[in-house]
């Protein structure tokens, strides 16, 4: 369970990591910060590339800075949008290898929370870790 002000903290460094992105082609500036169980916070932004394939979510970005930082156990994360654009599918899927039951926040540009829900509810049916025995 996350407190208001953590919830607070999360949605306020999504915003400020809103303003990293790098999103000339689309315009749409994406901003994800991702608390782990050690209580540690990485922010994230959309990096996108000018072989559009090749670029990346916010959600993803900030998610891997915290495995690569020994993280294994997403317990919330936050994403900012202009319009409350919501976690796509292939970040779902990283989401769920690190924290399935994590609290997902969606938030505007005004820090307000739109949406309150869990990687479970927006991905039932993941294919998790287990499965593979
Ligand atoms: N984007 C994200 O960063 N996160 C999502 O979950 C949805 C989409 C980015 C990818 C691209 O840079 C831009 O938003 C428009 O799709």
């Known amino acids: 369970m996350l407190t208001e002000e953590q919830k607070e903290e999360l949605v306020q460094t999504a915003l400020q990591a809103q303003k990293w992105s790098y999103s000339p082609y689309s315009k749409y500036a994406v901003g994800a910060a991702v608390r782990t169980a050690s209580g540690r916070i990485y922010d ?3 990096i996108e ?3 559009y394939p090749t670029s990346i ?3 993803r970005v900030a998610a891997f800075k915290a495995v690569f930082e020994g ?3 997403i ?3 936050a994403v900012v949008t202009r319009n409350g654009g919501t976690p796509c599918g292939s970040c779902r899927q990283v989401l769920a290898e690190f ?3 994590a609290v997902v926040l969606i938030a ?3 820090g307000t929370i739109l949406q309150e829900t869990s990687v479970a509810e927006l991905l039932p049916g993941a294919f998790t870790p287990e499965k593979l025995g």
């Open 99 to 101: 924290g399935l039951q």
């Open 108 to 110: 505007d540009e005004s």
């Open 44 to 46: 994230g932004a959309n």
């Open 71 to 73: 993280e294994r156990e």
């Open 49 to 51: 590339n000018a072989a």
């Open 57 to 59: 979510c916010a959600e």
């Open 75 to 77: 317990q919330a994360v």
